[in-house]
T-cell receptor, first 109, second 118 residues
Framework: GQNIDQPTEMTATEGAIVQINCTYQ??????LFWYQQHAGEAPTFLSY??LDGLEEKGRFSSFLSRSKGYSYLLLKELQMKDSASYLC??????????WGAGTKLIIKP | GAVVSQHPSWVICKSGTSVKIECRSL??????MFWYRQFPKQSLMLMAT?????????EQGVEKDKFLINHASLTLSTLTVTSAHPEDSSFYIC??????????????FGPGTRLTVL
């Protein structure tokens, strides 16, 4: 079957660094996406990885290891506005997105 | 670019009525549109996938006669919740995909429609 696993909830302190992990087992692989979703709003695109390695975008970085079926989203210099749910999604062989349940990130002052 | 709009942004209706939600890709042609439902504190649940000019593919457990999807053009898809009941109250989100290069299927999300059925 197809499966995306990520932690349900994480807590971090403002100004710190947090890493949100995602492991996946899917039929085929056409890229891994990270989305941010604030409560009551639709998801917004953060990053896309299709090759192994680290992609950096400002305070956010995303890493992929296809052989391990593993990715992480790294958030640096955390701000209160980063409190949100972070969704990991994988494109399968049919170019359908398989969604993780999301990780709720709580930022404390 | 890649803006997706939804209308209405929220709607309150009486039990038994039907509600239509529109999803439009404003500045690109969407090869595929997706409809999601999200209950409070839960992740997105894919309801159906629609390609322009063909019938929608519904996920298991989603009643196709209750949730009617029409994808009339490459920029417009509609979801009609027929005979809505309070348990249909949810946040409905559409997304649109433009396959670029064959291996990039980013979905662009609409802002969502909050449906409350009294």
């Amino acid at each position: 079957g197809q499966n995306i696993d990520q932690p349900t909830e994480m807590t971090a302190t403002e100004g710190a660094i947090v890493q949100i992990n995602c492991t996946y087992q899917t039929s085929g692989f056409n890229g891994l996406f990270w989305y941010q979703q604030h409560a009551g709003e639709a998801p917004t695109f953060l990053s896309y990885n299709v090759l192994d390695g680290l992609e950096e975008k400002g305070r956010f970085s995303s890493f992929l290891s296809r052989s391990k079926g593993y990715s992480y989203l790294l958030l640096k210099e955390l701000q209160m506005k980063d409190s949100a749910s972070y969704l990991c999604a994988v494109g399968d062989s049919n170019y359908q997105l398989i969604w993780g349940a999301g990780t709720k990130l709580i930022i404390k002052p | 670019g890649a803006v997706v709009s939804q209308h209405p942004s929220w709607v309150i209706c009486k039990s038994g009525t039907s509600v239509k939600i529109e999803c439009r890709s404003l500045d690109f042609q969407a090869t595929t549109m997706f409809w999601y439902r999200q209950f409070p504190k839960q992740s997105l649940m894919l309801m159906a996938t629609s390609n322009e000019g063909s019938k929608a593919t519904y996920e298991q457990g989603v009643e196709k006669d209750k949730f009617l999807i029409n994808h009339a053009s490459l920029t417009l898809s509609t979801l009609t919740v027929t005979s809505a009941h309070p348990e249909d109250s949810s946040f409905y989100i559409c997304s649109a995909s433009r396959l670029a290069g064959g291996d990039y299927n980013e979905q662009f999300f609409g802002p969502g429609t909050r449906l409350t059925v009294l």
